[in-house]
């Protein structure tokens, strides 16, 4: 493989080639660009980008949504379109011969998209490491060989690279620096228009479609068992998306607990500060109402034939799932997967939890030990990894 120059950043832009997938990808993306930014004013970002990374001055070549896909079959469903979309990347890429590539998340298509951009000599960082450490961990060897560095956002995954000779940095994660040590309850409820006495639950069903079309109802019948022995709470969904939205709501229409159910647009962080505690998808908004916070009760379902080959191939190697039990190295936060994901097990799980004053001193003492050790300048020393990665430096 021939080396690319190093520009000189002072003479010529920092030109970067940028994949992000889903909600969570564009937001750790939009980070990464104006850290990068501010140490390489000249800065070039195209790719695949969401939103807030358009914000902040990408173009957008494809949607980060499009590449929003959960699981081994829900994959297979989507493939021809996401062989088609790679392939044209990688063509222009390698085109436009960019700096570095960083894949943000979406390990599946962005390492195979790196072992072809790293074969015609351009820089390959993946920011965000795949849970190679949960399942298939025999990907560890090709991860090292397709990529130049992984970025991680939590403390054990970089353990675990060094310990197969793997290069990667612990970052720490973005949202640890964004979301504040002690979250201000009572704005968020005045800016929701929610009462400062109320009480309320957050409902975060996931930004992929696949995930809210599986999880809305269960949600839905939760809210319902919960007001029915407690009147008193109110629910509030915010929405990933325009698409998730309406996919919310017809979700919804089906189920007679709609009307106890609010939505807002967007303003997650808003409403899981505003929040006595949630429902939660797993994935990021787990660790998002970690760092607000506030107990949580965590769901994940996906297909029955993804769970299938997941469970008949022993590919799962790790106890749990959910991000908050997973940092804290045991059950910290009730987690419900598949067929155990109903409405009763969800309400009950919760209502146990803000029923139990010992428990909830015991989540705030933890959550906040997590913040603090996840909260280092996630996005700056990403930045700073990804120009050492540009200019051939492989060592900080």
């Known amino acids: 493989m021939s080396a690319l120059p190093v520009r000189d950043a002072a003479a010529a832009p920092l030109r970067v080639a940028i994949v992000a997938g889903e909600h969570s990808g564009d937001q750790l993306g939009a980070a990464l660009i104006a850290a990068l930014r501010e140490r390489a004013p000249a800065l070039e970002c195209f790719g695949v980008a969401g939103p807030k990374m358009i914000a902040a001055g990408c173009e957008a070549w494809a949607r980060a949504d499009s590449l929003g896909v959960m699981g081994l079959a ?28 960083v894949g943000i998340d979406s390990p599946e298509f962005n390492l195979t998209l790196a072992r072809r951009l790293k074969r015609a000599g351009i820089r390959c960082v993946q920011y965000v490491s795949p849970q190679v450490w949960a399942w298939r ?35 720490g994660h973005p949202l640890a620096d964004q979301i504040p040590l002690e979250v201000d309850t009572g704005a968020a409820r005045a800016a929701l228009g929610v009462a400062p006495a109320a009480r309320l639950i957050a409902l975060l069903p996931g930004s992929r479609l696949g995930e809210v079309e599986r999880l809305a109802a269960p949600f839905a019948a939760a809210a319902a068992w919960i007001r029915a022995r407690r009147p008193e ?30 939505t807002v647009n967007g303003q997650a962080q808003r409403v899981l500060a505003a929040a006595d505690a949630a429902i939660v998808a797993s994935g990021t908004a787990t660790l998002e109402t970690l760092l ?21 191939l022993g590919l799962v190697k790790v106890q749990y799932f959910s991000q908050p ?29 803000l029923d139990d004053a010992a428990h909830l001193v015991e989540l705030r003492r933890e959550f906040a030990r997590i913040h603090l050790a996840l909260r280092r300048g996630g996005a700056g020393l990403a930045a700073d990894a990804v120009l050492r990665c540009a200019r051939g430096m492989t060592s900080r």
């Open 137 to 171: 961990q025999g990907r560890v060897r090709t991860i090292g060989r397709d990529s130049d560095l992984v970025l991680c956002l939590l403390p054990f995954e970089s353990e675990f690279y060094a310990e197969h000779a793997v290069r990667a940095e612990f970052v």
């Open 292 to 312: 607000s916070g506030k107990p949580m009760v965590v769901a994940y379902k996906v297909s029955w034939l993804t769970n299938f080959v997941l469970r008949t």
């Open 325 to 353: 039990n997973l940092l804290a190295g045991r059950r910290l936060v009730p987690e419900f997967s598949q067929g155990a994901v109903t409405g009763e097990a969800l309400g009950a799980a919760l209502l146990a939890e």
């Open 233 to 262: 709470f109110q629910f509030l969904a915010p929405m990933a998306s325009t698409a998730v939205h309406e996919c919310f709501e017809r979700q919804l229409a089906q189920a007679p607990e709609k009307s106890v159910i609010r």
């Open 74 to 101: 829900e994959v297979l469903h989507h493939l021809p379109r996401l062989l088609r979309l790679r392939g044209r990347l990688a063509a222009r890429f390698i085109a436009a011969r960019p700096d570095v590539f």
